[in-house]
């Protein structure tokens, strides 16, 4: 994916050409910046939001994002300190409720449909601990993102990032 500089997103194959370009609206956000929406709509106390949430593959995808209580949430998660549910508005027979800490952090999001997934943050130790062939490959990873001198994803400099989470 690329935005350009008049606004508009192409989006292309890992090998491939170009296979769309859009025009997002203000409404727009990338869902790595999720998070961020989320916690402005708490900051706020707005309630609920429309996003048009742009996902990695480059899918548009209206949704709607409302503050929730904690103790009506699905799974009952009274350790967090906030709640919001998103409701997928292009025919999917699904939501997510996302759990946030104090600092308004996502820590866990239960996707519900007929069955519960549950996705929760792990620390390192624990995914070495399910996966130890990955070992290395994660070891390697996390060397790579640490080091500003090699071209490829990295932490920005200003966020501090420990060895307990991945």
Do not use: C, H
């Amino acid at each position: 994916m690329e935005l350009s500089a008049d606004g508009v997103l192409s989006v292309a194959g890992l090998a491939g050409p170009v296979t769309g370009r859009y025009s997002p609206g203000p409404a727009a956000v990338p869902e790595v910046l999720l998070e961020r929406v989320i916690s402005v709509l708490l900051e706020t106390g707005g309630g609920e939001m429309m996003v048009d949430l742009i996902l990695p593959q480059g899918q548009i995808v209206p949704t709607l994002v409302s503050e929730i209580d904690v103790k009506q949430s699905d799974d009952g998660n009274t350790a967090a300190a906030y709640a919001v549910r998103l409701d997928f508005l292009d025919g999917r027979d699904y939501y997510e409720e996302a759990y946030l800490d104090s600092n308004k952090k996502i820590f866990k999001a239960l996707v519900q449909r007929q069955e519960a997934y549950v996705i929760e943050r792990s620390s390192r130790d624990e995914v070495l601990k399910r996966f130890p062939s990955w070992r290395d490959y994660i070891s390697q990873m996390a060397r790579i993102l640490q080091r500003p001198d090699v071209d490829g994803p990295r932490r920005p400099r200003s966020v501090n990032y420990d060895d307990t989470n991945i």
